[in-house]
Every structure is written in structure tokens, then in C-alpha cells.
């Protein structure tokens, strides 16, 4: 078995609605081996070593159902056997997954195995892991070459392995208190990095936590708590109870410190914490050197302490209140007057709660330094058995992290010592604190009984408290989110999600317009880049989910506008789990035969991930047939429909019905955009006067617009800003970049367009046909290399008959085609079209392409170099580019007054003119198959087999 493809989606995607892993694996032979042939030789190790499968409910929804399925007829497939295997080592490392599912994907022995998991590389381990072990339990000629090395396989060391390596990526339990208590309150959340540092919120609401330091922990106050002596200092000048102390910088002093305070002292680090290289109850001079010694280790500065007796309670103040109180217990083991002090400790560890490092409510217990250190004390060692009932301390502190335990307290905190630890943590400045007292009843006041304050903790750990060994778990985390985020208050911005096969990225824009406009500082992404309140940050195809997190990480924006492409929603799916409004503008062919995405409605399916997770509003293209059938599959509040059909009947019930609607009507002045709320009817403005739209002509953009102020609307923007953002935007290279740029400077009309498909060609087409120019119509053409052959051919059949000179060029890069595939491809389906009419007409009824009319010019600068050299006083020009900027540089810097004055580029060398032998310096000459189909015909030119003349890519020279 062999996994062909790996895709992480980080949000939710066309399998689920939240983080999924999908693996394309090949079982090869092993296709003819399901479960039930495998037998109990396979499915038994299996089942003893991951013994929560038989919790798995597979298909039947129930405990036990995957054994079912193992066991029942022939059994399952190892593809599915895998899915269950990569969760249920996700269940044993802590994980609470249970979502996945293998379908074939129509390649014989081949499967999707999708499921979900947490962490993105402990999801990605388990794999590995998963793959392993499978390989592991088949019979030894099934096995691949990397499992029959002979070595022997332990799986529980791999699991056990696996589980550390979770552990060490996996939140801490402060923490995943916070996480959870986040999404009990709606707040968002992201990991900034693969430790502890959070971003709770998003955009300019956004708050941040590191373990239980917050964004408004005062980085003084850290410091001050991370001093122990300075804290004693101004905790003792309060009045507060503090035991006397001294620091230390070599042993001798130690030693005098301890002799000037008066045994038993305390010896430890300065600002060390989690109880690391403390040596309590010292009462020698050698005790001291040595408790000095292991301080050192940790901190080139010592604390000599006094040493008060008592219980080692923690006392957590959040926002200046006392939200819970623990008293801690040392790592110890009770005698049973049978067992030594090693065989108990291997006995406490097998309690379930007991785990590596924070894996657990509890730590297991070890032996080390003070472990050692106190049963020589006691005058024991590992091998001693102790009297039955008799505490063996292996700790001096009560940390959990060190195997301590915790019993809650906080309901008998006697008010005085409530108040004590608020004014300590109030003095130091924490708005979280963990206050160390030491005392022996702390229902008690410490004026009566005494005791005293040890350390007051920045970043104070929340296990003991939410999690304790006994007594009530107290909700630690609550408090700090109501702190960060009060009742009532925002966490998340408005999102925007904006997806289809065409105009998004106009539309987008119009959005982002319209909320800059209105104030708002706006994060857009982009098929162009990452905007932050207008400024280009990141170039590039920015539609995926990196580049939506990397909006909603900047404290500044207010508002997203997110284009989402299909490519993104494939490749990694949302980057956030909901959008205040989604939209879908339009499902049409493009990429189709790409990525397993074969038909529309698979394709659909993909983009319909963005209105499923709209909360307010989704926005429908109902004049496109497969948007209409999104609005079934949407939960928010609110479905608006945009039609350029003021007679469409459901839209018609849908408002009648008190639904939303954005309707173009007819009027005496041209066409009015339309809001629809139920009852009330609201004229937003003509298309006239939106300059994107070309005085009304560039119905694609007529629609775009519709579509923005559907959005905006539904973001709650008001009409007036919605028509002041749609009639101060224009389709310039600067705020549209490749999206109907127009260039009027030379005595001909220029117009660039990023169109790239058949439905965006076909807009370009019929807008140039309502713009009826006077000259000439000239068009360069192309299509991508990655499309399918009738993509192509469809492009150059719309354009057929519409324009008087066609230039058929490819994109820098040919993905996948051959050099002149693509263009000839285009050429040859142009003339095609011209083929066999009498009437003067085409194939399909479009009017004929003559041959003469069409040529080749490869390389995309020279084609639209090509074009304007060609073009005559009133002529139009339509250029279908790939690397826009550089198609916009060309057409603003091109000097009509270099040409000769009949359409030749004065400069420039013809290939006709030299002949099929001639060699240019650096041009790329015609391969030999191409060649070999040229002619050089009357009038200079080297024609193809078809007619079509042809110019070579990087040649430097022009097709007259």
C-alpha cells in the first residue's frame, strides 16, 4: 500500500467543515486481499494492539460496527482499515477525533482516505505510523520491501514513540483550558506557533495568550514575579506575610545565610519555576552547599530562605478575584509493608491518570537528584519496603509537573487569606497570578495561625485547579476569557467570502472599495496579492487559507474581503471555520479534468463550501442553475439571490416571501440596480453610472456590482455607501489589475483582460461587440496549457467571426503542452469555424475566419507587440493576457509613431521575409515537425499546412 498524494486541509472543504487529512493510497495487490481473506491471523493482532477500535462505530453508528465490518462477508478494504487506524492513534495521544471516510476515486485499487485530526503533523505521524504498522500484520510475501527487513517490529514502542511525539506538539493543559473556554464563547482561535502562543480573536479584536500570560499581562509585573527576592521585598514592605531571605552567589554564602536566618532553610534558584532545583527542609552546612549546588544549575543567583512549615496551597487571582485554591502534595508513595519504594512507584504510575509530561491530569513519578536525596534522608533507598500506611515522600514541592498531586480548597479559603493573595498579586501587578502560601489549616487566617507567602507566579499552571487529584474542578479559564473579552464585547471582524468561476476578484474589490470608503481598514486577498488597507503586502495568488489567516492575524484590519478559489479549496480548503456572508457568483467551465474535478456539479460542490459556512448571509448567482441548488445546503439567516432577470419567477416568490433580493430592472434611463427586502423596493443606482461598467455596456460587470452591493449590504452598510463606493470605482490597472483595463491614450482603444476560460472570453466578446468600434477588431488569444482540448476550442470559437485579425499566443508557461500546442490548437479551431458554409457562415452559424486573418506569434510580448503595431486610428484591441503587469507596461509605453504608418512595426525583422533557412541570433526556430508542415507562400510569408502564418516564440521578429 502506497499513499500517492497527501492533502492537509486546515478549514472546513468539500469532505467536512472542519480539518481533515486526505490520502490518496494505492493498494496495489493488496486490493485482492480485504479483511475478510486476510482472517484472524491479521485481524487480531490488530484488534489487541489498538484496542479502541471495537469503540469504532463505522457505518452502523455504534460501538463495535468497524469490527463488523472487518469481520462480516468478505470483510473491508485495507484503505478503510488505515482510515480507522490513523484516528484511533490519534484517540491513544489525546486527541478526540472520530470523523473519516475511504471512497474509491474510480482508479482500479485506488482510495481517498480522508480523516480528522487536531494537530496537523501528529495527523500526518499517524499516518506514517499507521502505514507501518498495517505493513507489519500482512503475511510475509504480502509485506513491502521496507517491512521484510527482518528487524523486529515493536509496535507498543512505535505507539508509545507516537504519543511522545504528539505530547510534544500538543497545547499544554492551561493552554487547551483557554482554547476550550474560547470556543465555549465563540471567540476564534489561532496557534501562532508550534508552542503555546494563541491569537484569540481576529483583526484589530484580536487578544493573545501564551500559557496564562495574556496580551494584558504587564511585562514589569513578569519581571518583578521572576524576581524572588524583589518580590519578597515590596511584598514584605506591604505587610504581606513573606519568610526572611537572602541571596546567594557561591556555596560558602549559602552556607553563612543559612547559619545568619537559622536552619531549616530554603535553598533556590532566583528565577527558576515548576519547583526546579529546590532543596527544602536544609539543615546543615554540607546540605546547603549541595542544595546550592543544584540551585546553580538552574539560576547563577540563589535565594537562602527561611523554611515555614506547613501545606503548599496555591491560591489563583485572575482580574484582582480569587478564583480557586489547591493544596499541593509532594510526589510520595504509601507502604504497604510488601512492596519496596521502586515497586510502589511502579505501582502509582499505573494509575490511568498518570501520564508523560502533561499527557494527563497527573505526572508519573521518577527518580532523580531529591528523589535520592530524601530517601537518604530517611536513611532509605530504592530497594527499602516501607511500614504499611507510611508516607515516603520522592519530592520536596507539591508540583504537578513533578508528580505532585492537588486537592481542591477553594470553598474553605478563610477571607483573610483570600484577601492576602489578592493584594500580593494586586502589589506585583498580575492580572493572573498563582500566590504560593505555605500554611497549615488555610481555613485559618494567617494572622492567627501564620505562614507565609513563597513566591507569587506569572503564567500560574491551570492543572491543578481544572483537573485536581480531588475536590471540585474549577473552571480557571472562564474567567480569563471573560477578562479579555467581557459579556457583549466583539472578538471577530466581518468576513466576507467571495468565490465563483468568474469575477471574483473584481468583485472582491468592489467590496473592499466600499467598506475603505466607508472607513473601514480592509484586509483583501486576492488572485493578485494580499492587500492591507489598499497597499499591496504579498504578490502572488493569495486565494487560499494562508492567506486568509494571514488577514485575520493583523491587528489592524476591521474588515476581510476574502476571494476564495477553487484551487485553494482543493488544495488546503478555508482557513477559518465561518464567514459573516458568503457568495457564489457562478459555477462554469474552467479547470475541469483537474485535480479528481471532472463535471460542474463536483465543482459546485467544491465552491458551495462558502456558503455553508456563512452565518448571516449567502449570496446566490440565481440565474446560474447549480448556485440555485447551494441555497439548500446554507444555514444562515439569510439567502440573497442577484438576477439580471427582473421576470425571474423564483426570485419573484422569494421576495413575495419576504426574502432578499438584488433585481436589474428597466427604466426610462437605462437599467437600475434594485434592492429587494421583502416589502420594501430600494433603487440603488443606474449601471451608467457605475464607471466599471463602461456607461452600462460591460454587463459582466453590471453583475459584479450586484453582487458587491448584495454583500456589502449584507454586511450592514448603508445604500448611500454602498452607491458612493460602487461610483468612485473604476476598472483602472491600479484598482483592477487584468480586469477590463482600458487604455484610450493612443488613437486606438486598448482593453486587458485577465480571461482565461470560455464564460470570461464570452463577456469580453459581447462587450466588444457593444462597444462597436469604428476601425479594426483585433484580438490576442489564448487559453491555458492545463485546460481541456474542447476548453480551448470552445475559446477560439466564441471569438470566431467577431474580430478582423486574430494573434493566437500561449502563456509563459505551457503546463504540460508543447511549445506551439496551445496557440495552434486556437489557430487551427479559428479557421475551422470557417469551414464548409455556402452562405458565407461557419460551423455553428458564426461568420467565417479566413485563414489570412489568423496568425501565430508565440511568445506573449511579441503577440502584443504584434497587436499594437497592427492597429489603425479608431481600431479596438483585445488582449487576453497572462502576465498582465507586464502586458500593461507594454501597452501604455507602445509609441504608435514608430510604425511605418501600415501597420508594420518599423524595427522589427519579418520571419516570412527570411525564409524557412534563415538563421536569426538567438530566435527560436520552428521545430522540425512544424516545419515540416510550413510553406512559404507568394506574399513572403511561412505559412502552416492550414494557411496560418506563423511567427516563432523568442524570436525577436513580428508577423506582418
Request: hydrophobic share 40%; glycine share 12%; aromatic share 6%.
Amino acid at each position: 500500500m502506497k499513499i500517492l498524494n497527501q492533502n492537509v486541509y486546515l478549514g472546513p472543504n468539500q469532505y467536512a467543515l472542519f480539518p481533515v487529512i486526505r490520502l490518496t493510497v494505492d493498494l496495489g495487490e493488496l486490493e485482492a486481499w480485504p479483511t475478510g481473506r486476510l482472517g484472524d491471523a491479521f485481524i487480531e493482532p490488530l484488534l489487541g494492539a489498538l484496542p479502541g477500535l471495537y469503540q469504532h462505530g463505522c457505518s452502523y453508528g455504534e460501538p463495535g460496527g468497524f469490527i463488523r465490518r472487518l469481520r462480516e462477508g468478505e470483510g473491508t478494504w485495507l484503505g478503510h482499515v488505515f482510515e480507522h487506524v490513523a484516528i484511533e492513534l490519534q484517540n491513544e495521544a489525546g486527541a478526540d477525533v472520530t470523523f473519516g471516510k475511504t471512497r474509491g476515486n474510480g482508479v482500479e485499487g485506488q482510495y481517498d482516505v480522508i480523516y480528522q485530526y487536531e494537530q496537523e503533523d501528529v495527523g500526518v505521524e499517524a499516518a506514517r505510523v499507521g502505514l507501518e504498522f498495517i505493513h507489519r500484520l500482512l503475511p510475509e510475501a504480502l509485506r513491502p520491501g521496507e517491512a521484510k527487513d527482518g528487524a523486529r517490529y515493536d509496535f507498543g514502542a512505535a505507539r508509545d514513540a507516537f504519543i511522545r511525539f504528539a505530547q510534544r506538539r500538543a497545547l499544554g493543559p492551561s493552554t487547551a483550558s483557554l482554547v476550550k473556554a474560547a470556543e465555549e464563547r465563540d471567540v476564534p482561535w489561532l496557534r501562532l506557533n508550534r508552542f503555546s502562543l494563541i491569537q484569540l480573536g481576529h483583526g484589530k479584536f484580536q487578544k493573545r495568550v501564551q500559557a496564562t500570560v495574556t496580551s494584558e499581562t504587564r511585562h514589569i509585573a513578569v519581571e518583578i514575579a521572576s524576581d524572588k527576592e524583589e518580590t519578597n521585598r515590596i511584598l514584605r514592605d506591604l505587610g504581606l506575610p513573606v519568610p526572611e531571605q537572602r541571596l546567594v552567589y557561591d556555596a560558602e554564602e549559602a552556607v553563612r545565610a543559612a547559619e545568619r536566618i537559622g536552619y531549616p532553610v530554603v535553598v533556590k534558584p532566583l528565577n527558576a519555576n515548576h519547583g526546579r532545583g529546590v532543596t527544602i527542609g536544609v539543615v546543615t552546612g554540607e546540605e546547603a552547599a549541595a542544595g546550592f549546588r543544584h540551585a546553580n544549575e538552574h539560576s547563577t543567583t540563589v535565594v537562602v530562605e527561611k523554611f515555614v512549615t506547613g501545606f503548599d496551597h496555591r491560591l489563583l487571582v485572575i482580574h484582582g478575584e480569587l478564583i480557586a485554591a489547591s493544596k499541593r502534595v509532594p510526589g510520595h508513595v504509601v507502604g504497604d509493608g510488601m512492596r519496596t519504594v521502586g515497586e510502589l512507584v511502579d505501582l502509582t504510575n499505573e494509575d490511568p491518570r498518570r501520564g508523560i509530561g502533561h499527557e494527563k491530569v497527573l505526572t508519573r513519578l521518577e527518580f532523580d537528584h531529591q528523589a535520592e536525596r530524601l530517601l537518604a534522608q530517611k536513611g532509605y533507598a530504592k530497594d527499602t519496603v516501607p511500614a504499611t500506611g507510611e508516607v515516603v515522600y520522592l519530592r520536596s514541592t507539591g508540583n504537578l509537573s513533578t508528580g505532585g498531586t492537588a486537592v481542591d480548597v477553594t470553598d474553605i479559603v478563610h477571607p483573610d487569606n483570600r484577601e492576602m493573595a489578592i493584594r500580593a498579586a494586586r502589589a506585583i501587578g498580575l492580572d493572573v497570578a498563582g500566590v504560593d502560601f505555605l500554611c497549615d489549616d488555610i481555613s485559618r487566617s494567617y494572622a492567627e495561625s501564620g505562614g507565609a507567602i513563597c513566591e507569587v507566579n506569572a503564567a500560574p499552571g491551570f492543572r491543578m485547579h481544572v483537573s485536581p487529584s480531588e475536590g471540585t474542578p474549577r473552571d480557571a479559564a472562564g474567567p480569563v476569557m471573560d477578562m479579555l473579552f467581557p459579556p457583549g464585547s466583539p472578538s471577530r471582524i466581518p468576513i466576507a467570502a467571495v468565490t465563483g468561476t468568474n469575477g471574483k476578484t473584481t468583485t472582491s474589490r468592489m467590496i473592499a472599495h466600499i467598506a475603505k470608503m466607508s472607513g473601514h481598514v480592509v484586509g483583501l486577498a486576492t488572485t493578485d496579492g494580499v492587500y492591507i488597507d489598499g497597499k499591496l503586502t504579498v504578490a502572488g495568488d493569495m486565494t487560499g487559507p494562508q492567506a486568509a489567516r494571514m488577514i485575520l492575524r493583523d491587528p489592524a484590519i476591521s474588515i476581510a474581503v476574502l476571494e476564495t478559489a477553487r484551487g485553494g479549496l482543493l488544495r488546503a480548503g478555508m482557513g477559518y471555520k465561518r464567514c459573516n456572508v458568503g457568495a457564489v457568483l457562478n459555477v462554469q467551465a474552467d479547470h475541469l479534468g483537474l485535480k479528481g474535478i471532472d463535471t460542474l456539479q463536483q465543482l459546485a460542490k467544491v465552491k458551495r463550501v462558502v456558503v455553508e459556512v456563512a452565518k448571516d448571509a449567502a449570496v446566490l448567482n440565481a440565474d446560474d442553475p447549480e448556485c440555485l441548488k447551494m441555497a439548500e445546503h446554507t444555514t444562515a439567516k439569510t439567502v440573497i439571490y442577484v438576477t439580471m432577470d427582473h421576470r425571474h419567477a423564483l426570485v419573484r416568490e422569494h421576495i413575495r416571501a419576504g426574502g432578499k433580493a438584488l433585481v436589474l430592472e428597466e427604466g426610462m434611463n437605462g437599467q437600475m440596480v434594485t434592492l429587494y427586502d421583502g416589502p420594501t423596493h430600494l433603487p440603488l443606482l443606474w449601471t451608467h453610472l457605475i464607471p466599471a461598467t463602461m456607461e452600462g455596456r460591460a454587463l459582466h460587470n453590471v453583475q459584479n456590482a450586484m453582487f458587491a452591493a448584495a454583500v456589502a449590504h449584507s454586511l450592514g452598510f448603508k445604500a448611500d455607501d454602498i452607491r458612493h463606493g460602487l461610483r468612485t470605482f473604476d476598472t483602472s490597472y491600479f484598482q483592477t489589475p487584468g480586469r477590463l483595463n482600458v487604455f484610450n491614450e493612443h488613437p486606438f482603444r486598448v482593453i486587458l483582460d485577465y480571461g482565461h476560460n470560455p464564460a470570461a472570453v464570452q463577456a469580453m466578446v459581447d462587450l466588444v461587440e457593444r462597444l462597436e468600434p469604428k476601425g479594426k477588431r483585433i484580438v490576442v488569444l489564448a487559453a491555458p496549457g492545463d485546460r481541456r482540448d474542447e476548453d480551448i476550442r470552445e475559446i477560439a470559437g466564441i471569438c470566431a467571426g467577431h474580430f478582423d485579425h486574430y494573434i493566437c499566443r500561449r502563456d509563459d508557461n505551457p503546463r504540460g503542452r508543447g511549445v506551439d500546442e496551445v496557440p495552434r490548437m486556437l489557430a487551427e479551431a479559428l479557421v475551422a469555424s470557417g469551414a464548409g458554409g455556402a452562405d458565407g457562415r461557419g460551423i455553428g452559424g458564426g461568420r467565417v475566419v479566413k485563414a489570412e486573418a489568423v496568425e501565430i506569434v508565440i511568445d506573449e510580448a511579441e503577440a502584443v507587440e504584434r497587436a499594437l503595431g497592427m492597429a489603425q486610428r479608431d481600431d479596438l484591441v483585445l488582449v487576453f493576457g497572462d502576465k498582465v503587469n507586464r502586458c500593461w507596461k507594454q501597452i501604455i509605453y507602445f509609441r504608435p509613431e514608430g510604425s511605418t504608418g501600415d501597420g508594420h512595426v518599423g524595427h522589427r525583422e519579418v520571419v516570412g521575409a527570411l525564409g524557412t533557412d534563415a538563421s536569426v541570433p538567438g530566435a527560436a526556430q520552428p521545430s522540425p515537425s512544424a516545419a515540416g508542415a510550413m510553406t512559404m507562400g507568394g506574399d513572403g510569408w511561412v505559412r502552416d499546412e492550414r494557411g496560418v502564418r506563423v511567427a516563432s516564440e523568442g524570436s525577436g521578429e513580428e508577423a506582418d
